[in-house]
């Protein structure tokens, strides 16, 4: 598999965004107390600010898709 390019550069590029997802995740936080002093409160409303896009459009594309036939969805990924 590592001998074809477009799976290693695919491998590569989900390697280096969920290491930046998981920095953001710790950093993010962090920076809000040290710099902003931000309370509990703040943090965790900026900690649940990171998922909201995801919980909106994530889940909602996801039901929507989900309706799709197969064939339609495969053929609209292309």
Known sequence: M???RDFR???TG????GLG????A??????????LDADSTAVGL???A???PWLLIGLS???WARGWTGGTAASSAR
């Open 9 to 11: 550069l695919l491998w």
């Open 26 to 35: 710790v950093a993010l936080p962090l920076i809000a107390v040290e710099e």
């Open 14 to 17: 989900e390697t280096v965004s």
């Open 2 to 4: 590592l001998a074809q």
């Open 46 to 48: 900026l900690a649940a």
């Open 50 to 52: 990171v998922w909201l």
């Open 61 to 63: 594309v996801g039901a």
């Open 21 to 24: 997802n998981s920095i953001t």
